[in-house]
């Protein structure tokens, strides 16, 4: 493909991707060779037959064979048409391709006879590249042209090329890019790259809002983002000023739309010496019908945007257990949600083993200890002090997990001591008395190395080992989902795993729970509601041993471990476990993982919550 041509045409297009873009950012693609099982026969055995196998040669030569036949006019039965070029083909080749020309060749449409095709809405250079894809199995995307080149396809259903396309703009995404991707997103209907794209243009407002790109955005599309909830603007003062630009870019066609857009600002978040300043000096401002009204409504957008917090990782081990005692982690890791690491700061003397952690009113509840002893302990994050918590009415048991619902914090499960067998107790703080208090116990079996979370007001506490579990024999996994509704003080079964699992991590977005981590080959997503489940999109790194957390609709995955064996069964040896650093940030509202830095050390079988900033 001549690249120049590709410029030709990219020019042509109103909004062009290629504006803000490096031209050395090329993506070639060859789907020419299929990936075949190879049977390698080192035998002696003389074959006088003179048979050949050429399955790993053939659909090159078969796709180099019909390149001829177009070149030679050979069999050529239909020209399609666009721009005044003409590009001959064959129906078969197209039909093959494209389920629009297979459904335009195969029935009744009066275009099945012609010879000669006009097709509109694409632009020639994209046709022809799509023509030669349907022959050669190779395509090469460029910001030049994967703008028309994507429209056609997505018109003409080439499913291949369109998935390049997306995975080319997805892997690209950047402030001067991100606009006009999730523009062309919403004109091709491709909801995982519109909302990926959206999510960019969020998180990184105050940078897009300053591209030249911003400035040409239809009303419908800044409307929408300046009046989510995840913009990221360090000040709502920021959104006002962005909306006053866009709107000065244009002021006799868009002075229409200012008190519209006025109406997704945040006035109470708004400095008040700032906005008696900016209406005496801004007459476009101040002379917008009912705006003093409207900047001293406070009831309207009262909450923040955005919710800025950071992450917080306790306890695991930071090497295989080879190393004893040496690999425990014993330092408090304070990270960004960009996972910058702000601060590392050595864990409280009195914990040996971090056991599980949840978030209440900002604070951290952390149950822990050592050997045969667990207690519960507060950590105020806004002034990083530890408090011990009242004694558990089970003192002797480890392994146990945590949940936060309507403002209590309950511990579940886990190993009780000296047996080694798995807990039914649940209890649940009480803050008025500072003790811990028993509640219904789970059902017919304990668990320990189980998933848990909150949703619609009730505990789910997803597989995990169960009550017939020993020191040497921990195979004993269920499929079992327990359900506690607080209102009645009863637990009972919900729809059951797909298989029984243990060491999973369970996180709330909305109405449903996402399942991470352990021998998941995906996410799997719990719909509370309708009590079903879907397999999601799967991890880039492997999650064994993971810890997970949530912000809004992010997951975040952090750390984990590979395992040296190549079985399958239940009993994981400590001993193989290879620990890594990756970091992983699931959006549920993409279906995307996305790899972030790393954590800065390797760490497995540790916990993460994320609290508002202080």
């Known amino acids: 493909m001549d690249d120049s041509d590709s410029d030709s045409v990219a020019d042509s297009q109103t909004t062009d991707i290629s504006n803000s873009m490096d031209d050395s950012d090329i993506e070639s693609v060859d789907d020419s060779h299929s990936t075949l099982d190879k049977t390698v026969d080192n035998s002696e055995t003389v074959d006088n037959t003179n048979e050949c196998d050429d399955t790993d040669c053939y659909p090159v030569s078969f796709l180099q064979r019909l390149q001829g036949f177009r070149s030679e006019g050979h069999l050529v039965d239909v020209t399609l048409c666009a721009e005044g070029r003409e590009i001959p083909c064959h129906r078969l080749v197209l039909s093959a391709c494209s389920d629009y020309f297979h459904a335009m060749f195969g029935g009744a449409h009066s275009e099945s006879k012609k010879d000669k095709i006009e097709i509109g809405g694409v632009s020639a250079e994209a046709l022809q590249q799509l023509v030669d894809y349907a022959y050669s199995a190779k395509i090469t995307v460029t910001f030049d042209n994967v703008q028309a080149l994507f429209e056609a396809a997505n018109m003409l259903q080439v499913k291949g090329v369109e998935d390049r396309c997306e995975h080319f703009l997805m892997n690209n995404l950047g402030p001067e890019t991100c606009l006009v991707t999730w ?13 990926t794209a959206k999510l960019y243009v969020l998180k990184h ?6 591209m030249e790109e911003f400035l040409e955005l239809p009303v419908d599309f800044l409307k929408a983002f300046i009046s989510d909830d995840g913009l990221h603007a360090k000040k709502e003062e920021r959104v006002l000023e962005a909306i006053m630009h866009w ?22 978040q708004v400095d008040r010496e700032y906005l008696e300043g900016i209406l005496k000096m801004d007459k476009v401002l101040a002379g917008v019908l009912g705006i003093k009204e409207l900047v001293q409504d406070q009831t309207r957008h009262a909450r923040p945007r955005h919710i800025q917090g950071e992450i ?16 425990n982690n014993y330092n408090m890791y304070r990270l960004t949600l960009n996972c910058d690491c702000v601060d590392s700061s050595p864990f409280p003397p009195y914990f040996f083993h971090v056991n599980a952690a949840c978030v209440v009113s900002s604070d951290v509840f952390i149950t822990g200890g050592a050997y045969a002893k667990c207690y519960a302990y507060r950590y105020k994050p806004s002034v990083g002090s530890w408090s011990k918590l009242g004694p558990l009415v089970n003192e002797k048991r480890l392994f ?38 028993l509640v219904a116990p789970l059902l017919n079996e304990g668990v320990k190395d189980f998933g848990i979370a909150s949703c619609c007001d009730k505990i789910y506490v997803f597989g995990g080992r169960t009550g017939k579990c020993t020191l040497s024999d921990q195979s004993h996994n269920t499929d079992a989902v327990q359900c506690y509704d607080p209102t009645q003080n009863v637990w009972s079964y919900a729809a059951p795993l797909p298989k029984a699992m243990e060491e999973i991590t369970a996180c709330t977005v909305n109405s449903k729970i996402y399942l991470v981590g352990g021998k998941l080959a995906h996410v799997l997503c719990y719909d509370a ?9 799967s991890p880039l790194a492997s999650w064994s041993d993971c810890s997970a ?8 995955i952090i750390g984990g471990c590979d395992h040296n064996d190549d079985d399958d069964d239940d009993d994981d040896d400590d001993d193989d476990k290879v620990p890594h650093a990756t970091v992983q940030r699931y959006n549920v509202r993409s279906n995307t993982m996305v790899l972030l830095q790393d954590f800065p050390v390797t760490i497995f079988q540790h916990i993460s919550v994320i609290v508002p900033n202080a």
């Open 529 to 537: 509601q309708q009590d079903c489940y879907e397999k999601m999109t």
């Open 205 to 210: 407002f105050e940078d897009v809002c300053i």
């Open 400 to 437: 146990n997990r945590m949940v936060a619902l309507q403002g209590q914090a309950y511990i579940v499960g886990g190993i009780g001591m000296p047996k080694w067998r798995a807990v039914y107790d649940v209890e649940v703080y009480s803050e008025s008395t500072d003790s811990w208090n």
């Open 549 to 556: 957390t949530t912000c809004g609709s992010d997951i975040y």
């Open 312 to 327: 917080l990782v306790f306890g695991g081990r930071t090497c295989a257990y080879t190393q004893g005692d040496e690999g």
């Open 183 to 195: 523009a062309l997103a919403d004109k091709v209907l491709c909801e995982p790259l519109l909302e």
């Open 247 to 268: 709107v000065r870019h244009d002021l006799k066609e868009r002075h229409s739309h200012l008190k519209e857009l006025l109406e997704c600002v945040r006035f109470s």
